[in-house]
């Protein structure tokens, strides 16, 4: 072998520091950006607020907005995923710090509620050693991801039989709310039942139906079930709606998840007849850099100047990734408004077949830039306020070669049931004419497909439910 020199031809892309700075402002969720706002204003001195109250910005759809100053957009729209990693949350700051009233605003677990009755009941303290291990073997339900003879070996305890912890586990039963510490769901009505009083109008029948024939309950002729049980239909049919007045997951509704609210980032409001997008300028401020405090440094020593001319470099980059950032958003919230707007008229069911590459087409950008730009985002609107994923529905191809929303399907769907006959359910056949007749022709199937993602049982349920 010998050496030798060869030139080779290539293409490669490099990021710099300043684009990777603009694609990652543009992926983030408005908590994410204000926390990396606050971030940078405590670590570049030259950085402030602006105090004059910002401008509306309203769009026309038939151009997007153009950069005020004239500076050169941020070329921020190519294929990231082979480069930057997936959006992901910053590293908590100071910023980040909730104050001390959140902190112990936290609601009651199951498990705190389930202790405050258990310290308030007499039991001997190894009986408390397996209540506390029932406690801890339930999950957010109230059912016991344990049973009584793992418990028992987990305990490990010489002097402790089984029948002692059945014993305990029928007193924890007896516990609030209604229904926990059941194996499945068969014993969770059953403990309801029970705890019922006894001049509760067919209780007994009830509980024979949960206890014996609680599968064929959705699908069994009430006739036959009657027959089975030795009751009249009238008995079963209150026997039934005894059954569903019952929680079947009694410990959801303790320590229900904290309500999380949303910052909308972008407002859409109707005036003079024409919609209009306007940005949330309280989710990402008008930033500006102190000139007085760079005149002051300016005049200092060599190592001044070069601090400040570092400094001044990244606040003029984060200002035009942040103005970036801003005017991205804003031209794929207006071209969502400009498909959408049947949806703000009249509600789901006016929603038109839209994908990310239908947007990315009109607005000049790459389709992973609007997936960026539309991840995490929220609009609001006189409907409600929704994230800007939801807005893009697929296509539903109709007999007529004509494209229909799934999401118009699916309000269609819900519409036409909750308008229904509770005596005479519509089939998928006649949910599927009626469509027709509202210029929505699609196939049988896919009416069936949509009512099982809306958990919407087939008509003979329906009748036997209602």
Partial sequence: ?????????????????????????????????????????????????????????????????????????????????????????????????????????????????????????????????????????????????????????????????????????????????????????????????????????????????????????????????????????????????????????PGASIGSERTEYVTPDVFVRLSNGRWQVELNHEVAPRLRVNENYVALLSDGSAADRGYVKEQLQEARWFMKSLQSRSETLLKVAAKIVEHQKAFLEVGEIGMKPLVLADIAAEVDLHESTVSRATTRKYMHTPRGTFELKYFFSSRVMGDEGDDIASTAIKAAIKQLVAEEDVRKPLSDSKLCALLKARDMTVARRTIAKYREQLAIPPSNERKRLN
């Fill in 1 to 249: 072998m010998k050496q030798a020199l060869q030139l080779k031809l290539g293409q490669q892309l490099a990021l710099t520091p300043q684009l990777q700075q603009a694609i990652k402002l543009l992926q983030l969720s408005t908590v994410d950006l204000q926390q990396i706002i606050e971030e940078t204003l405590e670590s570049n001195a030259l950085l402030e607020r602006e105090n004059e109250q910002p401008e509306e910005i309203d769009l026309d759809f038939a151009e997007a907005t153009a950069s005020e100053d004239g500076t050169e957009d941020l070329a921020v729209d190519t294929v990231w995923e082979d480069v930057l990693p997936s959006s992901t949350p910053p590293t908590p700051g100071p910023a980040a710090e909730a104050d001390f009233s959140e902190q112990d605003s936290e609601e009651e677990s199951l498990r705190d509620h389930l202790l405050w009755q258990l310290n308030l009941t007499r039991f001997s303290d190894t009986d408390r050693l397996i209540a506390m291990a029932l406690i801890d073997a339930i999950d957010s339900d109230g059912r016991l991801t344990q049973t009584a003879d793992d418990i028992h070996a987990d305990l490990g305890l010489d002097d402790v039989d089984l029948d002692e912890v059945l014993a305990v586990l029928h007193r924890l039963q007896h516990f609030e709310p209604p229904g926990i510490f059941a194996a499945d769901l068969r014993e969770c009505l059953l403990i309801q039942l029970r705890q019922l009083p006894t001049d509760t109008p067919c209780r007994d029948v009830a509980g024979a139906l949960v206890s014996r024939h609680l599968a064929q309950l959705p699908t069994a002729p009430p006739r036959q079930l009657a027959r089975k049980l030795r009751a009249s239909e009238r008995e079963l049919n209150s026997a039934i709606q005894l059954i569903r007045s019952l929680d079947p997951t």
